[in-house]
């Protein structure tokens, strides 16, 4: 059994010990000063006032993780809940900080866990640690004293939202009594920070990239038909700890079938059947930074002609997007060179009449036909959220997803297109390539870094159609799938 708390070094070694991952993914940490740095560019941007930074709060439910928001996690490296963060700057330099957390409370704590306390927190942050229930108190002082005329919130704060969640509710809280106090929010400023990574960053998110490509390989060898995707999501999830990832980094989707053309199905509980197809969008957390990878498998290991055509056609997609990815270079730009193969690819299968046909919507408004197969953006950025800030142009440091796709919904002709003289002309043309390729959806997704010679992908599971079928020819035998009384009563209430 390994010690309770394992040191740094100790860790390293462990983890680089795992089998199927690469000594290059040394674990990393972000030095304290980056941290103290990101907090002076912050300042440089507000010029004089007090900034106020709100950390998460533990969930009401009972056993739900905690996990930090990504913006305070960003300016302190602080990971317990119910913290916050006061930074004096003049002149656009800090000139005094603290980190208000949760006191030493050991009777607490023998529920909940151990408590850093505002001693340790300050050395493991270098910032001066007071307890989180002297926040009021300093808050009503300096707005008596008339030193808070407004105050810079850097949080992820959105009283706008229908629902608030808990930062915005933590800072609604404590401005509640100083109705007088202008909120000003900086947090956008944080984000354009946020978009292009420091090599601390581009390190772990190099490590979750890595542990979410070997789960991928775990899926790749040990699927066959008759399996749940739960056992699927099971054993990626497995995967993820195995190597010392944090948690998911997002609900993972494992789609069979119909529900492969599911953009976020999470139910993950359908058998799997020969003949299908099954969509795995997945990804690890580790060292609070997040990894999005899809790859789409057949479940009988051998892609069928119907499903090779359009796996193809998306890897296609990708393939293109990639090629003119760079510094410099935008990511409508990608999409657009995504884009164009895609509808060239689905005219030429028939599933649409041409590169540029539309169809009517339920406003009478005449929409491309490509969007009936392909709805969604093509990528987006990641970091300590799975959709990370992402500068418009990109610029070496960004680390960024291209994931195309196309999904042919059963319920396509009879629910989604309008029923009009001209959409009904539209279905009866493309009829026949719906009929072959119902009920297959695909997407393809990996991670990229753009460097200053141009663009590294990250993301090493096999995607090639020959690379995948070969892996899943080649895997280890998994358990032979179940058939006992309780999977055929659970099969029965699907």
Known sequence: ????????????????????????????????????????????????GWILGVGGVTAPQPFIPFHQDPVFRYLTGFTQP???????????????????VQPRDPAAETWDGYRMGPEASRERTGIPGRSIQELPAVLDSLAGAGALPRIHVAASYNPGAAVANDVTQRVQNLMAGHGDVEVRVVTPYVDRMRQ???????????????????????????????MNEFEIQAIIEYTFRRYGAERPAFSSIVGSGPNSTILHYETNDDFMEDGEVLLVDVGAAFGGYAADITRTYPVNGRFSDAQREIYQLVLDAQLAAEGVAGPGVSMGQLSQAATVVLAEGLAELGLIEAPDATFEDEMGRQVPQLRLFYMHGLGHGIGLHVHDPTPPVLEPGVVFTIEPGIYVRENLFTEVIPDTPRNREMMEAIRPAFQRYVNIGVRIEDNYLVTAQGLERLSTAPREVAEVEALMAAGEASPAPRRDEWVERFRGMR
């Open 1 to 48: 059994m390994l010690p309770r708390r394992l040191s740094l070094p100790v860790l390293t070694l462990f983890l680089l010990a795992a089998p199927g991952l690469s000594a290059q993914a040394t674990l990393s940490s972000i030095p304290v000063q980056e941290f103290a740095d990101r907090r002076a560019g912050l300042a440089a941007e507000v010029g004089d």
């Open 82 to 100: 119910e913290a916050a963060l006061l930074v004096w700057a003049q002149g656009g330099q800090v000139r005094e900080e603290m980190l208000f």
């Open 196 to 226: 292009v990574k420091s090599e601390a960053e581009i390190a772990l998110l190099r490590r979750s990239i890595e542990i979410t490509s070997e789960a991928h390989r775990e899926v790749a060898r040990s699927l066959r038909p008759g």
